[in-house]
């Protein structure tokens, strides 16, 4: 069949250097077992960056069908841009708050900010001011990590001075771990303790700490509602144990090239991988344009049909060089389908190679793939 005869959805798939597939039936499974994990909690879902790169305006309803009403983000735009996708019931937090010329728009279109620092609760309190009311809104306190929320001096002085508040409506008191993915640190336990204690000494609200990691240390960090983000996407909480979220996508490269070499041949830039003896290579469609680390090619590989197919060399921008010896020519030539990604070498797997975590990878995968969504709810 030629593709002027395919339906015209199908002609970017036969266009395109490779195919990334979107399981997200297998998304709303991770959700729902991390919702059984953390009852008594609400669950909610973390969507920023595009959903952790694979769309948000495909997951966020999957999710939001599934159960979900509370979901995150980390930009007012990011909120802004999901706000048609979802219910009007539905609660988009922004996790930086909102800068201080976005803040107007980011509360009237309905996102709940996050206050990180004085600067924010007072430009919040201005505001509620103006119009007369009182906006509704997330206190997140720094328990440890240094990196987001009020200090202990800040919180001291909101507990001294509680007209620091005056017209702000808090509705959840959130912090974030730093040490979650290593269940046995003291750090874990020590910012639970901070939290409970710096939230005794501000106005009453439900309590948040564990997103994804945090959720496998157990019920006493669930606390009232937990944030998953990576765990939705498939990405291992730990490295504990095996891997008990589902791998939610499939990339697929097509071979652009097939060639023999000879013992002594060099491959890629900077000839940094020679053959030992007669090989055959194929050259994929795929680069670190699309999000595979140039120097990350060492232990990484591709599938085909269940055999492992080493990198070779160094990964160019838009292409990468792997061994196919182990499969007959007459099965893998040039237009074929090779796995980078599958339910058996996931993004962990690319992450271990390439000397990173399965976060950066699911982020980093381009935009040049052709995305097929499969499993809708």
């Known amino acids: 069949m030629s593709s002027c005869s395919l339906p ?205 990691s945090g959720i496998f240390l157990g019920a006493a960090h669930h606390q009232d509602l937990v944030r998953p983000g990576a765990a939705l996407y498939g990405v291992a909480p730990n490295a504990s144990g095996p891997n008990p979220l589902k791998q939610v996508v499939r990339l697929q490269a097509r071979v652009l090239q097939t060639r023999t070499l000879s013992k002594g041949d060099r491959v890629g830039y900077g000839l940094t991988w020679q053959a030992e003896g007669p090989c055959r290579v194929a050259t994929l469609a795929t680069g670190y344009a699309d999000g595979f680390a140039r120097q990350g090619a060492s232990t990484g590989c591709a599938w085909f049909k269940g055999q492992k197919l080493p990198i070779l060399g160094r990964i160019s921008m838009d292409s990468m060089t792997v061994d196919v010896s182990a499969i007959p020519e007459a099965e893998l030539a040039a237009d074929a389908l090779v796995d980078l990604l599958n339910a058996q070498y996931g993004v962990d797997d690319v992450a271990s190679a390439e000397g990173t975590i399965g976060y950066e990878v699911l982020t980093s995968l381009g935009r040049r793939y052709h995305r097929v969504y499969q499993n809708h709810a």
């Open 8 to 212: 015209r959805a199908d002609w970017a798939a036969t266009r395109a250097g490779a195919v990334l597939t979107v399981d997200l039936g297998a998304i709303v499974d991770n959700y729902r077992q991390l919702v059984q994990r953390t009852a008594g909690a609400v669950c909610a879902a973390v969507v920023k960056a595009d959903a952790y790169g694979l769309g948000a305006a495909h997951v966020a309803p999957a999710l939001q069908k599934a159960g979900a009403k509370e979901f995150f983000v980390a930009h007012v735009d990011e909120g802004l841009a999901l706000r048609p996708s979802l219910s009007p019931h539905a609660r988009i937090t922004v996790l930086h708050g909102a800068r201080p010329d976005a803040l107007a728009e980011c509360v009237e279109s309905g996102l709940r900010p996050v206050l990180n620092s004085m600067e924010q609760i007072a430009q919040l309190r201005a505001l509620a001011e103006r119009k007369g009311k009182a906006l509704d809104a997330v206190l997140q306190l720094d328990t440890g990590m240094s990196r987001f929320g009020l200090s202990a001096s800040d919180v001291q002085q909101l507990f001294e001075n509680p007209a620091l508040l005056k017209g702000i409506s808090l509705s959840l008191i959130m912090s974030h771990l730093a040490c979650a993915d290593t269940p046995e640190n003291p750090a874990n336990a020590q910012q639970l303790e901070r939290l409970k204690q710096y939230a005794a000494q501000l106005p009453p609200a439900p309590l948040s700490l564990a997103a994804s």
